[in-house]
Structure formats: C-alpha cells, structure tokens
Nanobody, 123 residues
Framework: QVQLVESGGALVQAGDSLRLSCAASGDTDCISAMGWYRQTPGKERDLVASIRSAGSTYYGDFVSGRFTISRDNAKNTLDLEMNNLKPEDTAVYYC?????????????????WGQGTGVTVSS
C-alpha cells in the first residue's frame, strides 16, 4: 500500500507561480512512476505530467513548457512547479503513483491516488 498526500493548492492570479507537493509513504520501494493529474467538474481526469524512477518525464500538451515535475526518490516526494498560470489551469490536482516490482522483491501492481489539492487561478 502507498499513501499519497498533496499540498500547495491555493487561489492565485493569472501569471502567478505555484508549487504543488506530494508526499508518499508506505511501500514506496514499489513505486515505478509518479505523476500529476487534474480534474474539473464534469470532465475526465487529465495527465499533467509524469516522471519515472529513472527520471524520464512526460508533459501534457497544454503545459507548453510552463510546468516542471520533479521527484526526490530519497525523500519520497513529488513536486510540480507551475509558472505563468492561466484561468484554465483551475482544477483539483491529484498525485498518482504506479507500483510494480518492489525493491524488496515482492510485487504490487497498483495505481494509487491522493485526495487532491485545489488550484484556482483568477483572471
């Protein structure tokens, strides 16, 4: 089992920057990839950015170079630095962890989600 707790959501103005953080606990040695998703009411949850244990990253097209995902494997934290925020970035942001083969040798094929943190960008 992996537990994820997000923090950093806030009400900001267009053009501002914001940093979201996610703290992972539990069977963190089983985590192969982590990511940030976002969701607005009535819409599907969209991938914002993801990062694998080796460090490779992926960003949604709408990010357009404004966001940076980073991961500290030693501290089991995941951050999302968001710059030049736009009103359309308003959403609940969720931290996700994908697990598989654990360092201990066991296997936990699962996807875990945090509770989400709200970001509101005013124009």
């Amino acid at each position: 089992q992996v537990q994820l707790v997000e923090s950093g959501g806030a009400l900001v103005q267009a053009g501002d920057s914001l940093r979201l953080s996610c703290a992972a606990s539990g069977d963190t040695d089983c985590i192969s990839a982590m990511g940030w998703y976002r969701q607005t009411p009535g819409k599907e949850r969209d991938l914002v950015a993801s990062i694998r244990s080796a460090g490779s990253t992926y960003y949604g097209d709408f990010v357009s170079g404004r966001f940076t995902i980073s991961r500290d494997n030693a501290k089991n934290t995941l951050d999302l630095e968001m710059n030049n925020l736009k009103p359309e970035d308003t959403a609940v942001y969720y931290c996700q962890a994908t697990t598989g083969l654990c360092i201990s040798g066991t296997t936990d094929d699962n996807i875990y989600w945090g509770q989400g943190t709200g970001v509101t960008v005013s124009s």
